[in-house]
């Protein structure tokens, strides 16, 4: 009976530490997959860019859309479209949102313990700005995702 109980003991031990390296590479998985969105983003604003210049005018530029998931060719199946920031916070974990009083891109982590510091404690928040090149996202705050930079 000894015998059985210490291989119980074994085993829940090796499933808690097999359970703890999942959900830390789920937090890599989620990570990894937002900073391809932001990059396929930012590229396809540089895209947008590109081509406005060489069609129209720079003065036509501000009738060009904030909102750089309309920019590119299909949004991300996770996108939930434009919502103000109280709606955000209502939205599906893992659902990326636009802001457009803000003119804000915002992502809503699956778990909020996998990113340690956030503006508003959740949601992580990115500019679209304006300037005299490709607009730009530039991070609200700095965040945090399991020791590494978001940005």
């Known amino acids: 009976m000894v015998e059985w109980g210490i291989l119980a003991v074994l085993v829940l031990v090796f499933a808690g530490v097999f359970g703890h390296y999942v ?11 937002v900073m391809s969105t932001l990059g396929a983003l930012r590229t396809a604003l540089v895209i947008d860019y590109a081509q406005r210049a060489t069609v129209i005018a720079t003065a036509d530029r501000a009738h060009t859309p904030v909102n750089p998931f309309l ?65 730009e996202l530039t991070a609200l705050g700095s965040y945090v995702w399991q020791g590494m930079q978001v940005q």
């Open 23 to 33: 959900r830390m590479i789920q937090g890599q998985g989620e990570r990894a997959a």
């Open 71 to 135: 920019v590119l060719q299909t949004p991300p199946l996770n996108y939930g479209g434009e919502m103000s920031v109280v709606q955000s916070l209502a939205a599906p974990a893992g659902r990326w949102v636009f802001d457009p009083q803000c003119a804000c891109i915002g992502y809503l982590p699956l778990d909020p313990a996998w990113q340690s510091a956030a503006a508003d404690g959740s949601i992580l928040w990115f500019k679209v700005s304006d300037g005299p090149g490709p607009r």
